[in-house]
């Protein structure tokens, strides 16, 4: 029921406001409003949740169409409610900030922001792989068109590289999920067994390669993160991409674990290529979003080696890492969308020099960039480190790459956080550029709030994802 | 209730065949119409009884369903009473009734009653198309409403593309019926049978003949189902005839075409399924590449819409090509959202040109979605219903044809089919993002002529109608299966 009410909240809160003649202010007023609600429902989740149980909670059922076995099941385990409550809470972050900034047409606006957060939250609570794919197809829609129509000047480029990108992936993940399920005679994840289809498998794997995005399949990551509204670009870094986490944890590491072994060492080599050439890249980057972009990338392929490394400890710190990196890399876009707005521009030849005088801006940018480079004692390092040392025993080489590309994520790190506050003040950045004001805070501050608490405790997560014998350890653990 | 062959006073079950009949009676009370009423009152007069009729025919195609659990054939086994003609009635008058509606805001002046009078009259052919027992029926059914959709696609005399959408279809139709008149004609002369279940029956089946009678047959229908490569008619008779006619053609030819080739491959030529269910799926594919890419470049919304629906038929075609029962159930569930998008698709499209008073292009929507909200929100649900997006019943449908190829082995269709549909997504995509995403365009010519346009209730009503079953169509697919595998059951699968 609760998960329901989760999905269907901000569905509806959608609807609402498409169909309701509300004013500018009324609208984003009733759009925050719901956005915080769903929040509140979140936690009310979380705090009745027993993490202890290794089975589907908060679940609900109804059939959808019995003939071939599909039904409207959702819930929520462990690792998939904190994705869920990442989901929420830089959903609030990001329509807070459109409320901030005053989108104009805002019905069209605020209505497809909700829409795509109740769509993610479906994703994570999906447990029919049709259903799965309704969401993660429905994911697609508001993207589009909030990338193609509040974007920047390429948007249109952008947005349509990014539907077709994703298209080609998801639709050969309905292929699979057509042939997987009609093959074990029910969709449902939770009866269907495994597969050992390498081609089911791969139609899985590129749809979740496209989403995350892995090294082949990335070319739509820089156009769609920089043309976004950034707080857009928010979410789809943040969070959409942890739709891919979601997949391959729970769809092609639990059903196919044949193909997961067979496979495997290619998925790790592509990952670990990923991480390095993402982390390189982001060195490269002329402006804050095109770093963040692919630091996004890199820290992306991070996760995933984790998720092959056949390792709960993997497992655990790709979960707690998807958090962290959702959080982060949201708030590094809120910041360089705060950053637009007082210079025009996020291009570091063009800015420097922005702490003198900005206190709030100039703290929050470094905490947020200590995070993202993963220094020791962050929640950012405590999920690096669990994947690597996960990793460490599919090969030394994967744990080596890893912590070189921790090393790149410094230099990265620390020429954004450089090229934008200190150095000498460049032509963009006048003198009355103000700092940080309370409602950008208001933003900002929550996401490093959860970001430090995490960071104190990151046991919270790691050791509240799979409980007991998780499935996917018990079926990876058969590898040789 | 099958008749003996020494028929001297066949029984007639007047009940299945009222729809047609109710149809009919519309067509000529329009006519009549047409004479006798003052023009000042004609076009209310011939709307109300059009509409009329094919509410009257969808209610009775529903009793018929209703009191029809088994199959009947009628009248020497040349009619056949079952739910699937019955559904698929149910269809037609729902889509003509759109067809109505929308036809309501278009000002025309002449010809009123007559337009009326062949809609009717077309939607009583299709009726008695899909009902059709033996390759007589079906070839008199099919020349009935063909007839009647030349003169609607003409029927804008003013017009010059719409005299030569006529031409170009009544032409290429005729060829289309010829081939299936011959096709009937070698059938006959390899088994010396008509009736579909006698042709089953019959000996003969090794005959040349009789292989190249059924491809025939297979040829005349694609041509009505628009399916490539037999499609070549279908952009230009689109784009030039009255749109609300267009409208009509694309949902409700289509269904009858699709349905009747299903019915006659699978009721007379089930032992030869491995040669058609080739020949089909080869159409399908054709259809596939060639809808696709050729809406890829198209500017005119219309013609655009048209290669959609041939592309469409292509995936309804792999239904028919996994001659198994779930195909059938693909088939008959497809056709729903299918059906209502397309008429919507084709509404939208008439809006905008009783606005501009032109033809409608990619270029002449731009920006229009912010200023016609429930136009644009309609278009999007229609887009995303023929893409196979969620939360419309296109993405079942496309799950269910899909799901009867792998049933069927296909599983390369499967591939062919997701690849098909991500290229139309570009195109799809194409028409709503020229509406929101490109500014309102600045040109003079896209000013609507004359201050805001009239409203127009009756194709707001046809259009929310189309929204409403294409999004409940996603919501609410258990029922419409079972309404779909019950017709389906009236097939000897």
């Not at chain 1, 993940?173 to 067994?193: E, K, N, P, R």
């Not at chain 2, 519309?26 to 047409?34: F, N, Q, T, V, Y």
């Amino acid at each position: 029921m609760l998960t329901s009410l989760l999905i269907v909240l901000p569905l509806a809160g959608a609807l609402v406001v498409w169909a309701a003649p509300l004013p500018r202010e009324a609208t984003a007023a009733l759009a925050v409003l719901v956005a915080l609600a769903e929040v509140a429902l979140w936690i009310v989740t979380l705090v009745g949740f027993d993490f202890a149980s290794p089975v589907l909670q908060n679940s609900a059922q109804h059939e959808w169409f019995g003939d071939l076995g599909v039904s409207y099941t959702v819930g929520f385990y462990g690792f998939s409610l904190w994705l869920a409550g990442l989901t929420v809470v830089v959903g609030a972050a990001s329509i807070g900030f459109g409320a901030w900034v005053g989108r104009d047409r805002a019905r069209a606006y605020y209505g497809l922001m909700l829409f795509l957060i109740g769509a993610v939250v479906g994703v994570f609570a999906a447990q029919d792989l049709l259903l799965f794919y309704v969401f993660f197809e429905a994911m697609l829609i508001p993207i589009y068109v909030l990338v193609g129509v509040w974007g920047g000047p390429n948007r249109i480029s952008a947005t349509v590289t990014f539907v077709i990108y994703t298209m080609a992936g998801s639709l050969l993940m309905l292929a699979s999920i057509i042939v997987f399920g009609l093959s074990q005679g029910t969709f449902s994840l939770i009866d269907s067994g495994t597969s050992g289809n390498d081609w089911v498998f791969l139609g899985f794997l590129v749809a979740f390669a496209v989403k995350a995005p892995l090294l082949p399949f990335h070319g739509w990551l820089r156009a769609a993160y920089t043309e976004a509204p950034p707080e857009v670009a928010a979410l789809l870094s943040g969070v959409v991409s942890k739709a891919a986490v979601y997949g391959l944890i729970w769809i092609v590491l639990r059903h196919f674990p044949g193909p997961v072994n067979s496979w495997r060492t290619v998925v790790l080599v592509l990952a670990a290529a990923g991480l390095v050439y993402g982390s390189v890249l982001a060195f490269r980057q002329p402006d804050v979003r095109g770093v963040v972009a692919y630091s996004s990338m890199g820290q992306m392929s991070l996760i995933v080696l984790g998720i092959f490394a056949a390792d709960n400890l993997g497992l655990t710190g790709a979960i707690l890492h998807s958090v962290s990196h959702g959080l982060v890399s949201a708030a590094m876009f809120l910041l360089a969308a705060m950053l637009i707005q007082r210079t025009g521009t996020d291009r570091f030849a063009d800015l420097g020099g922005l702490a003198k005088g900005r206190p709030a801006l100039a703290t929050i940018v470094m905490v947020v960039g200590m995070l993202t480079l993963a220094v020791p004692g962050s929640a950012n390092f405590a999920g690096e480190f669990s994947i690597l040392a996960g990793v460490f025993t599919q090969g030394w080489g994967y744990a080596v790459v890893g912590a070189v590309a921790i090393v790149l994520a410094a230099m990265y790190t620390l020429r954004l956080i450089s090229g934008v506050l200190h150095r000498d003040r460049d032509d963009a950045v006048q003198e009355e550029s103000l700092d940080l004001r309370l409602g950008e805070l208001a933003l900002v501050v929550p996401l490093v709030a959860i970001l430090l608490a995490l960071s104190v405790w990151p046991a919270s997560i790691t050791e509240r994802s799979f409980p007991g014998s998780a499935p996917v350890t018990s079926s990876s653990a058969a590898s040789p | 209730m099958i008749v003996a062959a020494s028929i001297v006073t066949p029984k007639i079950d007047w009940l299945a065949l009222s729809p047609a009949l109710a149809l009919l009676a519309a067509a000529a009370i329009c006519l009549l119409g047409a004479v006798l009423v003052p023009s000042g009152g004609r076009r209310i007069f011939s709307v109300t009884v059009a509409g009329a009729g094919f509410i009257v025919a969808g209610v009775l195609a529903a009793v018929v369903f209703d009191r029809t659990p088994q199959q009947h054939l009628l009248i020497a086994e040349s009619m056949s009473r079952d739910r699937l003609a019955a559904l698929t009635q149910v269809l037609v008058a729902g889509f003509g009734l759109a067809a109505v509606l929308v036809s309501w805001g278009d000002r025309r002046r002449d010809h009123v009653g007559e337009y009326y009078a062949l809609l009717a009259a077309a939607g009583g052919g299709m009726a008695f198309f899909v009902s059709a027992g033996n390759l007589m029926t079906l070839f008199l059914g099919l020349e009935w409403f063909s007839i009647s959709l030349y003169i609607l696609v003409a029927l804008d005399t003013h017009r010059k593309e719409s005299l030569e959408a006529g031409l170009k279809y009544l032409i290429v139709g005729s060829f289309g019926s010829a081939i299936l008149l011959f096709g009937s004609a070698l059938t006959y002369g390899a088994t010396g049978e008509l009736g579909f279940n006698a042709i089953r029956i019959a000996k003969g089946a090794d005959d040349p003949l009789f292989v190249a009678g059924m491809a025939m047959i297979i040829a005349g229908l694609a041509f009505k189902a628009s399916a490539a490569p037999f499609h070549m008619w279908t952009p230009d008779v689109y784009e030039g005839a009255p749109t609300a006619v267009t409208a009509f053609m694309s949902a409700a030819t289509k269904a009858v075409a699709l349905v009747v080739t299903l019915r006659v491959l699978v009721t007379a030529f089930p032992e030869q399924a491995e040669i058609w269910s080739v020949a089909i799926s080869v159409l399908a594919v054709v259809s596939l590449v060639i809808g696709n890419l050729a809406a890829l470049a198209q500017k005119s919304v219309k013609r655009l819409l048209a290669y959609s629906s041939v592309s469409q038929a292509g995936f309804m075609l792999i239904a028919i090509a996994a001659d198994n029962e779930l195909g059938g159930k693909a088939l008959l569930f497809y056709l729903i959202p299918y059906g209502a998008a397309s008429i919507g698709a084709f509404a939208v499209v008439a809006a905008r040109e009783r606005e501009l008073g032109r033809e409608v292009t990619l270029g002449t929507l731009e920006g229009w979605g912010w200023e016609r909200p429930f136009y644009g929100a309609a278009r999007w649900v229609f887009m995303l219903g023929f893409a196979g997006f969620p939360f419309t019943g296109g993405m079942i449908g496309k799950f269910y044809v899909f799901s009867a190829a792998y049933e069927a082995g296909w599983w390369w269709l499967i591939v062919i089919g997701v690849i098909a549909t991500a290229l139309s997504v570009y195109y799809y995509l194409a028409v709503v993002r020229s509406m929101y995403m490109r500014p309102a365009s600045a040109r003079a010519d896209l000013v609507v002529a004359g201050g805001s346009p009239p409203p127009d209730p009756a194709l707001e009503l046809a259009i929310g109608a189309a929204v409403v079953v294409t999004v409940g169509s996603f919501f609410f697919v258990q029922p419409l299966i079972d309404l779909a595998t019950k017709a389906v059951a009236s097939l000897p699968f």
